[in-house]
């Protein structure tokens, strides 16, 4: 807790006092000797992507394993953070160690590195009206496969995770128009609107 790394942080991001940034007041971890204040959430391996619900407030982290399990967790708005994923100890719900703490966050949704899966990216839920369908899902895809997938989350459960029927090589992020309709971007050098089919 002493380091930034595999961590999420909360900081305003204004100067305050000499610093590059200040910290606020109710962060979990102010006034621990033995964390820093910045953080907000712990036990991420790494990140690749993270983002807010824009309609409900909900934080949406896509967290990439390490040999096994690609992880997604939801972090509800309105949490106080002080949340751990689990990293180093889990990777997704797989134990890498006889002692598990409790409290420990379990991952909202996770996939193996089987079918050329290695790295998940993460994306948006989608709140556009393009496609009524997809309304409502978190869209995230794998670098490595590059297929672009949804997933329903209702009543406190996973309800559906299904295909786009869409392929993005070495899918790298997403991003997110003022409208609330997605994009997909490839470091092969695309970028891609997401809309229905014709």
Not at 20 to 33: C, I, L, T
Not at 121 to 129: A, L
Request: with cysteine; net charge negative.
């Amino acid at each position: 807790m002493g380091v930034l790394l595999g961590k999420i942080l909360r900081i305003d991001p204004r100067p305050q006092g000499g610093e590059p940034y200040a910290v606020p007041s109710d962060n979990p971890f102010v006034g621990r000797a033995d964390a820093r204040p910045e953080i907000w959430a712990y036990g991420l391996r790494n990140p690749w992507r993270f983002a807010f619900d824009r309609q409900t407030g909900d934080l949406w982290i896509a967290d990439v394993g390490w040999s096994d399990r690609e992880e997604i967790d939801r972090q509800p708005a309105g949490s106080l953070g002080g949340q751990n994923y689990g990293w180093v100890l889990l990777e997704g719900t797989l134990p890498h160690s006889d002692n598990i703490p409790g409290g420990t966050v379990p991952p909202t949704y996770e996939y193996e590195h089987t079918m050329g899966r290695c790295a998940v990216t993460g994306g948006f839920v989608y709140r556009g009206s393009a496609i009524p369908d997809l309304r409502g899902s978190y869209v995230f895809g794998d670098f490595c496969q590059g297929t672009l997938m949804a997933l329903r989350y209702d009543a406190g459960k996973v309800t559906m995770v299904r295909s786009l029927g869409v392929t993005v090589e070495e899918l790298s992020s997403f991003g997110e128009d003022a409208r609330g309709e997605l994009y997909a971007l490839s470091l092969a050098g695309s970028v891609y609107r997401i809309a229905p089919a014709s």
